[in-house]
């Protein structure tokens, strides 16, 4: 990774996690149990990428180089959507899956019970922190709804993630991929990148932009993921290995082959960057982290 991309992702990273420290219950709040999941699994070492694509696309929306005051709270209330999708996905009743960023899970540490409650949970508080941000009236309630669709059922993350489960099994094809994908992990990066640039004033023109960039950079994270599910070991990943093909998932390479696969989140993130082509220089930090997405190890 170039200095200056691991620059900005951790600068970012650290202003969503100090705003998490703020916004999360502490754990010796009552009842401590379910603080102690929450939190457990929130500082489990996670890469905030959605909370830095929320960043960087209102950094380049302002075009001065800057970030917009409290801007950090929208991305701690995305990570804490995304943590709580973790949660649940990594449950018996799903993935079933020991290993969540190099740590074991929240059911694991807390039981099944407490792990689904903390995920209700940081859904709850999500909504709170969203419903108090630092952005005029009518943004913070377009991208509350915004966030609330892409979180949903009709082509958002739990829709996504019920196509997922049911294609287990069955012979993947490039339309039943592609759909899962999009709404599985595709819809959160697409908001994020979309509510960010909201909060700092985007216009009309503006969010169509956005929306594709996202649209294309989410789809290119997923295959990038499929793609190192199969081909790196769980110290690499964080996360256990191989779960996609043991569990015979829809996934990239299981229906266009690895180095395709690979090929097609190239492209991808080529197309996403003709989208924010007018933008110029401003555009540089959400570029880097883009690349980034597709460039990743694990």
């Known amino acids: ?21 703020r916004l999360l ?3 010796s709040q009552v009842p401590t149990s379910i ?38 709270e929208l991305g701690a209330a995305i990570e804490m959507l995304h943590t709580y999708s973790l949660i649940h996905d990594d449950l018996p009743a799903l993935d079933n899956d020991d290993l969540r960023r190099g740590k074991p899970t929240c059911h694991v540490v807390f039981g099944e019970a407490i792990a689904i409650l903390a995920g209700d949970a940081l859904q709850t508080r999500a909504y709170e922190v969203l419903a108090n941000l630092r952005c005029p009236a009518p943004a913070n309630v377009e991208i509350i709804r915004l966030i609330a669709q892409a979180t949903g059922t009709v082509e958002g993350m739990i829709g996504g993630q019920v196509l997922d489960l049911e294609g287990e099994g069955t012979s993947p094809t490039a339309a039943s991929v592609d759909a899962i994908h999009r709404a ?15 909060y700092a004033g985007a216009s009309t023109e503006d969010v169509n932009r956005l929306t594709e960039f996202g649209r294309k950079a989410g789809l290119a994270f997923q295959i990038v993921d499929d793609v190192l599910d199969v081909t790196q070991d769980s110290a690499q990943l964080g996360k256990t290995a191989g779960k ?18 690979r090929k097609h989140a190239e492209k991808l993130i080529a197309e996403a960057f003709a989208e924010i082509a007018p933008y110029g220089s401003a555009a540089d930090g ?13």
């Not at 990774?1 to 420290?21: G, H, P």
């Not at 599985?184 to 909201?198: D, M």
């Open 286 to 298: 959400l570029k880097s982290v883009a690349r980034y997405l597709v460039e990743r190890t694990h």
């Open 1 to 21: 990774m170039q200095a200056e991309v691991k620059d900005l992702l951790l600068s970012n990273q650290e202003l969503t996690d100090t705003a998490l420290e």
């Open 184 to 198: 599985k992990t595709g819809a959160l990066i697409r908001v994020s990148v979309v509510t960010g640039g909201i």
């Open 244 to 261: 996609d093909l043991a569990s015979a998932k829809a996934t990239w390479p299981a229906v266009f082959g690895i180095e395709a696969s």
């Open 35 to 72: 603080h102690k999941a929450m939190r457990h699994s929130t500082f489990a070492g996670g890469k905030r990428l959605r909370p830095v694509l929320a960043m960087e696309a209102a950094r380049m929306i302002r075009g001065d180089g800057n970030l917009p005051q409290g801007i950090e």
């Open 25 to 27: 219950p502490p754990e």
